[in-house]
């Protein structure tokens, strides 16, 4: 469900002609919608206050992190889960209540810890005990104690592509949940410790709802377990990881409303509060990546469309062989033909699609990448020194630059030629 559609033979965001931003931005830019993101968030918090589920949705700001779209969701209620230093400033900068706020992640340093304890934040889910003792250790230095869950890995298979599967036991992330009484009863001892909840996280793009329901049955054992071992489990947070329709072709993943289902079916057992922690969910059909075809080029028995957004603005057909519809802004006529769509980034992996099925489209035609609206532009670069892309915020028939591109100049500006440098063959005649 978007708000992505054509209007008087035009592909439109909201009420907006996507022509008209084209016109006045350029492209490539990205380009999200109020009411998308809106109605996501709604529909999911909706599915589970009817469950009469004690909840608290964290959007996974790592998603798409833009200032207006935190502030938007916060505005609506949301907390948010973290995974940097730098985003905990984007949400408390966006207003964002710190004790909404819980903080993931492998690698957090030292620093970063603090950052989290000076602003309050919920909870920090903790993935080693490696970080357990450094989290105890900055709080006792700072005379409190840090709330804390610890993200247990299920074990089970998300049938999701290897680079976003996370709850398989060989991966980075969590500890064993046959190994987490053991922990919980070490953490317990910790003098800057303060247990709160049970944390777990299984993956990305999971499009059935029967992993998240066999790990929410492990996390139910394994609370029972804690609680008789005497940790007081404020919380669980099950994490995120609903997928989103991106293939036409393809049939659609659940819907938010049936994945708060399966939460709510084990909310009971849980007996606490639960956190939520969607990311892809809300954002990634709340936006999309539109671009110009440069040049229409005939290859041999193939045809590319080269077009001015590149690998450096949406890496995800690169990383992790994404498929993105891509819709003309105005349909042509014709029947369709097979093509390769192109950036012109100097690297044969520099596509959005290929052997694509697309009416005929010519140089100067607007494109509409679907579904870009999650780890597209928080991904971008500026590889080739290319502009970082723009981005874009409709409302109705409102709209506003929410990022401007930043261009050549200011990225050649940012750097600096040290004096050994410019001293280089300065004793020889410069030629
Ligand atoms: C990435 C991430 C999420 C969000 O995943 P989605 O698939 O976008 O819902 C939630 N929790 C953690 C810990 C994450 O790393």
């Given at each position: 469900m978007h708000h992505f559609h054509a209007q008087n033979g035009q592909l439109c965001a909201e009420d907006v002609p996507l022509e008209d931003i084209a016109r006045e931005v350029g492209t490539p830019v990205y380009i999200y919608s109020t009411a998308t993101l809106t109605r996501h968030y709604r529909v999911f918090a909706d599915a589970l206050a009817g469950a009469s589920v004690p909840h608290l949705i964290c959007y996974a700001m790592k998603a798409n992190s833009n200032q207006a779209v935190v502030s938007l969701l916060g505005n609506l209620g949301a907390g948010m889960d973290v995974v940097s230093g730098g985003e905990l400033m984007r949400a408390l900068s966006a207003g964002v209540p710190a004790h909404k706020v819980v903080f993931a992640g492998v690698g957090k340093t030292d620093a970063e810890l603090a950052e989290g304890i000076d602003a309050g934040i919920l909870c920090f889910n903790a993935e080693s005990e490696s970080e357990l003792a450094a989290l105890s250790a900055v709080a006792v230095q700072k005379g409190t104690r840090a709330p804390v869950s610890l993200r247990v890995n299920?074990?089970?298979?998300?049938?999701?592509h290897a680079k976003i599967a996370t709850g398989a036991k060989e991966t980075k992330f969590g500890v064993p949940a046959s190994r987490a009484r053991e922990i919980y009863a070490r953490a317990a001892q910790m003098p800057g410790l303060k247990v709160v909840g049970v944390d777990m996280h299984i993956g990305s793009q999971i499009t059935a709802l029967e992993p998240f329901d066999a790990a929410f049955n492990v996390l139910g054992d394994l609370l029972d377990a804690l609680r008789s071992d005497g940790h007081p489990i404020e919380h669980v947070d099950v994490g995120g990881g609903l997928g989103v329709p991106y293939d036409d072709a393809v049939a659609d993943p659940p819907r938010p409303e049936e994945y708060a289902a399966v939460v709510a079916r084990h909310s009971n057992r849980f007996g606490c509060q639960v956190l939520v922690e969607p990311g892809r969910m809300i954002a990634a059909n709340a936006g999309i990546l539109l671009t110009r075809v440069v040049h229409r080029k005939e290859g041999d028995g193939k045809t590319f469309l080269v077009v001015d957004a590149a690998m450096n603005d949406l890496i995800r057909p690169t990383l992790y062989d994404a498929h993105h519809e891509i819709r003309p802004v105005r349909p042509a006529g014709g029947p369709s033909e097979i093509v390769d769509v192109v950036?012109?980034?100097?690297?044969?992996?520099?596509?959005?699609?290929?052997?694509r099925p697309l009416a005929p489209q010519d140089r100067g035609d607007l494109l509409a990448i679907m579904t870009?609206?999650?780890?597209g532009a928080v991904q971008s670069g500026t590889y080739n020194t290319r502009a970082l892309v723009p981005e874009v915020l409709v409302s109705g028939s409102e709209w506003a630059v929410v990022r401007p591109p930043m261009l050549p100049a200011e990225q050649i500006k940012r750097e600096r030629v040290p004096d050994f440098v410019k001293a280089v063959g300065q004793d020889m005649a410069r030629s």
């Open positions: 299920p074990d089970v298979e998300s049938g999701t950036g012109p980034v100097c690297e044969t992996g520099d596509y959005l699609a290929l052997s870009a609206g999650a780890y």
